[in-house]
């Protein structure tokens, strides 16, 4: 695990600094917000909020983000006093930390890779969303549980370390815990759809550095690509330029996230899927694919771009949602601002998709 960062004096001193400039950034927005029109996001509180945030990833530092929240493991033990159920964390064979949420004896598995830049750990609004998937099956009678995995963050771990992160994972819930690939559902938001993908792609193309999986001829029941970010060095695209201000997603942030995360590397197929050709998408081990964006997020033309190319050999396989009047990863984002009521339309797919294989 990669241990928070002591922060120096001048770091320190220097928050009081940002936290302004994040206020002053707030309060702009309020005052900007009725004159919105049609490029703004589609509520006033919503262009606010999504203001926010990105003026805390344009004025925080990583170092002082990470220092100041919790890491993944407190963030699901503060949901688990605040909900009142029973806490299940292990310690896979590599030293990585995974979150139980639900009862680890069930039937089938969702193994779920956080968002945040590989920068950020999860927030207590993953675990509530997750939670909240659990509580959906149990509602329905199906057997389904959550593995949350604490993956290293950058610039502490850099790729592909994340990466193997993932394949240990899998390979302790096959081979240690004893379930079947045909039992596991693999999917995660934004940074962690990025690794998702990159988890598919080494289950067909072994990345050179990491040990392969054996399935043993079976595929993934299923993998999920919320919002994901699918091209860490390329920032420039219409929906960057024109969904700005309908977005809480930062450019600015997005580049400092993949700086603290890819150097030295270099770009490959596993961290920046969107410039694998068709082909590298051929032999896919997945039984089905969920690919979700919202319209009004920055990255939806790229995620758009990916899921043909990826569709190109998997027509039955592959289910594409551009969501109208969403943003960047909804289910999650939204619980973090406070201002999650009923599920969009995004939530609704996703729960659903994932009820129809459980």
């Not at 292990?90 to 990585?96: A, E, F, N, T």
Request: aromatic share 10%; charged share 20%; with cysteine.
């Amino acid at each position: 695990m990669s241990p928070k960062p002591s922060l120096s004096l001048w770091e320190y001193a220097t928050l009081p600094i940002a936290i302004s400039r994040i206020i002053y950034t707030l309060v702009g927005a309020c005052f900007r917000a009725p004159f919105r029109e049609s490029s703004g996001a589609p509520t006033f509180k919503r262009y606010v909020l999504y203001a926010g945030m990105r003026a805390v990833v344009e004025n925080m530092t990583i170092r002082q983000f990470q220092a100041i929240n919790p890491s993944t493991t407190e963030a699901y033990e503060t949901v688990a006093k605040r909900k009142r159920f029973r806490s299940d964390i292990v310690k896979l064979p590599d030293g990585s930390l995974g979150c139980w949420v639900g009862d680890r004896n069930a039937e089938t598995i969702l193994v779920w890779f956080h968002g945040g830049g590989f920068a950020y750990m999860a927030s207590t609004a993953h675990v509530e969303f997750l939670l909240d998937v659990v509580a959906q099956a149990s509602k329905h009678g199906l057997s389904l549980a959550v593995f949350l995995l604490q993956h290293d963050v950058a610039p502490q771990a850099q790729y592909p370390r994340q990466l193997e992160q993932a394949v240990t994972t899998i390979r302790y819930l096959t081979e240690d815990f004893g379930k079947s690939y045909s039992q596991l559902l693999i999917g995660g938001d934004s940074a962690g759809g990025n690794l998702t993908i990159g988890l598919l792609s080494h289950l067909s193309h072994p990345h050179p550095t990491i040990p392969a999986l054996n399935s043993h001829g079976w595929n993934i029941k299923g993998a999920i690509l919320l919002s994901p970010w699918v091209s860490l060095l390329d920032l420039d695209s219409q929906s960057f330029r024109e969904n700005r201000p309908k977005d809480g997603l930062s450019g600015p942030g997005l580049k400092a996230w993949a700086n603290a995360f890819m150097k030295p590397a270099q770009r490959d197929n596993y961290n920046c899927p969107l410039y694998a050709t068709s082909e590298w998408w051929r032999d896919v081990r997945a039984e089905s694919i969920l690919v979700l964006a919202g319209e009004n997020e920055i990255l939806v033309d790229q995620i758009r771009q990916f899921a043909e190319k990826l569709k190109e050999h998997n027509e039955e396989e592959v289910d594409i949602l551009i969501s109208p009047g969403e943003a960047h990863n909804p289910p999650v984002d939204e619980r973090q601002l406070g201002i999650h009521g009923q599920n969009g339309m995004m939530e609704n797919k996703l729960c659903q998709w994932i009820l129809d294989r459980t």
